[in-house]
C-alpha cells in the first residue's frame, strides 16, 4: 500500500498536488493555483489559472488586476485533474477557505491560516474529519493564548473615552484585521464615524461591496485635527509611527495583532494600547482543530512547528514540517 498521501508533495515553494497537476498557495507563479485567501504570502500575482474563492479572487484582482479566474463557492465540489477539490470556511478573513483534497480514497484538507473565534466578516470554520490535516501554526506555543475580543473592544472604547481631547489610532493590517476591528466596534455600539488612512480605502470598498458593511468611514485627508478628537483613527502598522500620524491630535498608539502579547513587540512599535486581537488560531485553538479533525497525519506549513509537532506526538498522531518558504506572518 502505498504511503498516505503520497500525490501530495510539499515543496518550499508551496503544496504541489500531483494528480491535479495544480498547486496550493504556490509563493511563485504556477500554470493552476488554489488560493485559501486573499494575504500576500498565500495569494502571490502571476498565475495562469487561479482557484480560489469568489471574494478571495475579488481581493486579488484588486491587487493584481484581471486574471483566468475560477470561481470555486464555499461547498461546491470541483473536479480538477483526478482531484475532487471542495472549499470550506477558514474563518480567517472574508473569503477564506480550508482546501480539501480528495483523491485514491484519501481526504486532505489544507487549512490555509485559520481562526475558531467569531469574526463577523466571515463564516465560521468548518470542522472537516480527515486522512491528512494540513496547518498552519503561526501561534503555536502554548504562552500563545488570545483573550476575549469583546474584552480587548471594551479597552479600546474605554481609552477612547478616558480622554476626549485625544484621538486614538489603531494600527491593523488592512485586509481582515482593520474591518473585522471596525464591525467589532459597531457591535459594541460604537455609531461614531472611524477615519481611515487612504490605504485602507480599496479593501473596505470592497468589503462593502461584497456585503459587509462598516458604518460611517472617513477619510483623514483634508480634515482638521481637532475634528478628529475624541475618534477612533485607523492605519496600516507601518503607519503607527511616521509623519503622517502627525496631523492627528495627540493620538494614542494602539495596535490590534495577536504579536501584543509580546511585550517586546508592542515597545518595538511605541504602542501604548496593545489589542490582543488575532486572525490566526492561538495554541488551544490549534489543538483542538486538531482533536475535532481528527487527522492519521498532521502536516505543519508556518510558524512555530516545532511545540505543535511536539504535541501532536504525544497525542499519537504522526507529524512533519514542511518548511514552505515565503509566508511572513504579516496578517496576524
Ligand atoms: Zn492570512
Ligand atoms: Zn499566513
Known sequence: MARLGSWIEPHPEGI???PADAWVDPSQPKARALVTHGHADHARGGHDAVWATPETLAIMETRYGEQRANPVAYDETVRIGEVEVRFVPA????GSAQIILEHAGERVVVSGDYKRRTDPTCPPFVVTPCDIFITEATFGLPVFRHPDTGSEIDRLLHRLHADPERCVLVGAYALGKAQRVIKELRARGHDA???????????????EELGVSLGELRHTAGVPKAEMAGH??????????DRWS????DPVTAMASGWMRIRQRARQRNVELPLIISDHADWDELTTTIREVAPKEVWITHGREEALKHWCMTHQIKARELNLVGYEDEDD
Do not use: Q
Open 16 to 18: 504541489y498536488v500531483r
Open 91 to 94: 474563518g480567517h478573513v472574508l
Open 193 to 207: 464615524p472611524i477615519f481611515y488612512h487612504g490605504a485602507m480605502e480599496r479593501l473596505c470598498r470592497l468589503y
Open 232 to 241: 477612533i483613527v485607523i492605519c496600516p502598522p507601518g503607519a503607527l509611527n
Open 246 to 249: 502627525r496631523r492627528l491630535p
